[in-house]
């Protein structure tokens, strides 16, 4: 990741307007917006569409790239438009929005965004390509696999481990030291009181299984 080169957001639907909004916030320059070939010549919030996915390769020596497609019970579009950059020799930038706070004693990893008013607390380890929404706090010690979306106002507390391409909902509320494997569907406002052991759907206060996967 190299933070002084411009980038390009690659899908340009409703996430990627507060992706937009995080990056300018945090003084970053964006080059353009790829996505489908009927969109080349329009413009997302005054940013230009400047190609398709298929033109990654045009831009990885002098750009880096934002997934900007959202995830709610799939991360898999995310999950290969990223293996698409790497790929086509192309590198993942990270936006953190002005409001946002990323503890220098946390990591996040290429290719996530951590939008307003988010907060990944000191230890933390967020993975690659992941989506730390508006509002969501992932305290101290919390491990959080690649691709995954924790949604607006999620509350993730101490030591928690969530697993690759989990999503998890609106309000949620995991408690302390619980681990969520991979694949899973977090229902918004639901409460994580224990650790999940199978990948699922989830929903409720607790959260029990609705949906295996
Ligand atoms: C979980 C979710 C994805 C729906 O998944 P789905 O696979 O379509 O599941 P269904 O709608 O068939 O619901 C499955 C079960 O979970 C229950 N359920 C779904 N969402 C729920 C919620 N938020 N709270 C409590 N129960 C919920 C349903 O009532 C159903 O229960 P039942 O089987 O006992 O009848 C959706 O409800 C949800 O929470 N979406 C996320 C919203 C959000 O946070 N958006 C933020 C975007 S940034």
């Known amino acids: 990741m190299s933070k002084q080169r411009p980038i390009i957001l690659i899908g340009g639907g409703g996430h990627c307007m507060s992706v937009i909004e995080a990056a300018e916030s945090a003084g970053a320059a964006i080059l353009g917006i790829l ?6 010549g329009r ?8 190609g398709t996915d298929t033109d990654i390769t045009l831009h990885a020596a002098h750009a880096d790239f934002i997934v900007c497609v959202g995830s709610i019970s799939n991360a898999d579009t995310r999950y290969k438009l990223y293996h698409q950059v790497l790929a086509a020799g192309g590198q993942l930038g990270c936006i953190v929005a002005s409001t946002a706070r990323v503890s220098r004693h946390a990591h996040i990893g290429p290719g996530t965004v951590v939008l307003h008013h988010a907060l990944v607390n000191a230890g933390a380890q967020v993975g690659e390509n992941c989506i ?9 010690g919390c491990t959080i696999g690649s691709h995954v979306h924790l949604s ?3 509350t993730i ?11 998890i909902g609106s309000r949620s509320i995991v408690y302390q030291g619980c681990s969520i494997p991979g694949n899973c569907v977090i229902a918004a406002g639901s409460v994580v009181r224990n650790s999940l052991s199978k990948a699922g759907v989830y929903a409720g206060n607790p959260a029990t299984l609705k949906k295996t996967r």
């Open 35 to 40: 996505d489908a070939p009927e969109m080349v």
């Open 43 to 50: 413009h997302l919030l005054g940013h230009p569409f400047i």
């Open 132 to 140: 730390i929404n508006s509002h969501a706090n992932v305290e101290h």
């Open 152 to 154: 607006t106002a999620a």
């Open 157 to 167: 507390n101490g030591d928690c481990h969530i697993g690759e391409k989990s999503f």
